[in-house]
């Protein structure tokens, strides 16, 4: 009988970012890695780092190291990056512009591909070549386009009525920016990003 392993939300948080400083290596033209380098570099646990990876596979060759194109094949296979992921989001105000134009600098395959507000004087215009739809429009467009990930960058407010219209539209995961809390089916996965909560806890560390 298989048995399935548990894999902690730590780990998958951890593999992002050993992506990141293994595309810096190709780019660099390293060509292999060891968990000793990852470590320094990452300031984390060499061990740590093997046992992560070791979840999903065995990556690396004793004495050499990892391969650094395969390491990266592989960790974006776990993230499921080797395939097309489509984005919505949905509050077109300072933070949800400035995120959409971030689009054209990314390079893996989740990108934002609709954007919604429920300003009249936002829908109609353009943000890098998006248009911002009405919410009316909002469940249409995302069975459409085949959205899975939805993100919230609207006032706390009404970050609840929009995790509603997504759920019902049938994304599966949310990136919230507002800041509420928000509720949701088991079966849909929130992240939060609170800039706010995360300045205000960097006042505890100063002297």
């Not at 730590?10 to 593999?15: D, E, G």
């Amino acid at each position: 009988m298989k048995i399935t392993v548990k894999i902690s939300e730590a780990v998958v948080r951890r593999l992002p970012v050993y992506l990141r400083y293994l595309n810096e290596l190709r780019l660099n033209g390293v060509q292999t890695v060891s968990s000793q380098d990852l470590g320094r570099r990452l300031d984390l646990n060499p061990a740590q780092i093997r046992k992560d990876l070791a979840y999903f596979g065995d990556f690396g060759k004793k004495g050499i190291g990892y391969d650094v194109d395969y390491l990266i094949e592989k960790i974006r296979h776990i993230l499921k990056l080797d395939r097309e992921i489509a984005v919505a989001l949905v509050g077109a105000g300072n933070l949800g512009r400035a995120l959409s134009n971030y689009n054209a600098y990314l390079k893996d395959s989740m990108k934002i591909v609709a954007l919604f507000d429920s300003m009249p004087d936002k829908v109609g215009t353009l943000v890098n070549n998006l248009v911002v739809h009405p919410m009316e429009q909002m469940e249409a467009i995302i069975k459409e386009n085949d959205i899975r990930v939805g993100i919230i960058t609207v006032p706390g407010a009404e970050a609840q009525a929009v995790a509603d219209d997504f759920i019902n539209a049938g994304v599966e995961a949310i990136l919230n920016f507002a800041p509420a809390i928000i509720r949701v089916p088991s079966n849909v996965r929130v992240h939060y990003a609170d800039f706010t909560a995360e300045l205000l806890s960097l006042a505890y560390y100063l002297d």
